[in-house]
């Protein structure tokens, strides 16, 4: 699975961007896609995931103001983030996840973006 994003830049504080990932490859394997974030100097932290069946969710920072969505058939997933503040600066990278069933046990499989860069302005 490859996942590459777009719609970064730098937009000023109550602005809104809208971010898009696009996954390629084995789409059919994809369980949930999803975005997370990472700040200077921070750990990367979950943003927001919907999974195949359009279950959504959020990190409780983001709830109110981001919104996931996906167009399945585009294999594309999207994040509007509206209301923007300077601490959500930060790259944003896409992510999926596929989980892989045997007998003998479930493996989780990660896949990441190469991220995005988002500067909000004071």
């Known amino acids: 699975v490859q996942l590459v994003e777009s719609g970064g830049g730098l937009v000023q504080s109550g602005g809104s961007l809208r971010l898009s990932c696009k996954a390629s490859g084995r789409v059919a394997d994809i369980n949930s896609m999803g975005w997370y974030r990472q700040a200077p100097g921070k750990e990367r932290e979950l943003v927001a995931t919907v999974t195949t069946g359009g279950s959504t969710n959020y990190a409780d920072s983001m709830k109110g103001r981001f919104a996931i969505s996906r167009d399945s058939a585009e294999n594309t997933v999207y994040l509007q983030m509206n209301s923007l503040k300077p601490e959500d600066t930060a790259v944003y990278y896409c992510?999926?996840?596929?989980?892989?069933?045997?007998?003998?046990?479930?493996?989780?499989?990660?896949?990441w973006g190469k991220g995005t860069l988002v500067t909000v302005s004071s």
């Open positions: 992510h999926a996840l596929v989980v892989v069933v045997t007998i003998e046990r479930k493996t989780d499989i990660e896949y």
